[in-house]
C-alpha cells in the first residue's frame, strides 16, 4: 500500500479558501487514481472530488461543484484540492486515497471502496 500524507487543513472564516495537499513520501502520485474525501462528525466518509491517473478525468460531488478544484502537480509529486468559497457545511476532516486502478466511471462518483491506500486526513474547520 502506498503512504500518503494530508496536509493544508486549519480555521478558516465563511467565504474563505484552502489548499489542500496529499503527497506520497518517495512516490509519484501520477498513475494513482486521486480522490478527496471528508468526514464529518457523527456522518459517514464521503466522496467529494477524484481524479483518474495521469491527466484524468475528474469528478466533483454536487455540493462542491464550482468550489472545489482537483489537480495534479507532476513536479511536486503531488495531488491538492482548492477549495474556495468555504461554508461551515464542509467542515470535516479530509482524506486522500489512491487506488493503483482507474475508475470506470469516474462521471459516477468516488466510492471509497475503490481506493485501497488512504492517508490519515487533515482538519477542516469553517466558522467564524
Known amino acids: 500500500q502506498l503512504q500518503l500524507v494530508e496536509s493544508g487543513g486549519g480555521l478558516v472564516q465563511p467565504g474563505g479558501s484552502l489548499r489542500l495537499s496529499c503527497k506520497a513520501p518517495g512516490a509519484s502520485l501520477f498513475y494513482y487514481a486521486i480522490g478527496w474525501f471528508r468526514q464529518a462528525p457523527g456522518k459517514e466518509r464521503e466522496g467529494r472530488s477524484c481524479?483518474?491517473?495521469?491527466?484524468?478525468?475528474?469528478n466533483y460531488a454536487e455540493s462542491v461543484k464550482g468550489r472545489f478544484t482537483i489537480s495534479r502537480d507532476n513536479a511536486e509529486k503531488k495531488v491538492y484540492l482548492q477549495m474556495n468559497d468555504l461554508k461551515p457545511e464542509d467542515t470535516a476532516v479530509y482524506y486522500c486515497?489512491?487506488?493503483?486502478?482507474?475508475?470506470?466511471?469516474?462521471?459516477?462518483?468516488?466510492?471509497?471502496?475503490?481506493?485501497?491506500?488512504w492517508g490519515q486526513g487533515t482538519r477542516v474547520t469553517v466558522s467564524s
Open positions: 481524479i483518474n491517473s495521469g491527466i484524468g478525468s475528474t
Open positions: 486515497a489512491a487506488a493503483s486502478t482507474d475508475l470506470p466511471r469516474v462521471a459516477q462518483g468516488c466510492p471509497t471502496s475503490w481506493y485501497g491506500s
